[in-house]
């Protein structure tokens, strides 16, 4: 068994996520999201979709973009 690297759960069916060189462990997908989402700028919260990426930054989508002073960001719908 692994234990989960957020909540330490010790689980029978937790999973690893490989990513930039590094080797995470959770036991869910909301453990996995907290540790490894990017949060929005404007509103802070995890960015678990598309969201969008202007000029360095990242938000969850085009409203919070342009509420910080992007121009030209849109949704795609």
């Known amino acids: 068994m692994a234990r989960c690297e957020v ?3 010790d689980y029978r069916m937790t999973f690893e996520v ?3 060189g ?3 462990v959770f036991d869910c997908f909301q453990c996995a999201i907290h540790r490894m ?3 929005c700028e404007h509103c ?3 960015i678990i979709g598309q ?3 202007a000029e360095g930054q990242f938000f969850c989508c085009a ?3 342009r509420s910080e002073g992007k ?3 849109v949704d795609h719908v």
């Open 18 to 20: 490989h990513a930039q």
């Open 7 to 9: 909540c330490g759960n």
């Open 37 to 39: 989402a990017p949060t």
């Open 22 to 24: 590094n080797v995470h």
């Open 51 to 53: 969201g969008v990426e």
């Open 71 to 73: 121009v030209g960001i």
């Open 63 to 65: 409203h919070c973009a």
């Open 44 to 46: 802070s919260a995890p």
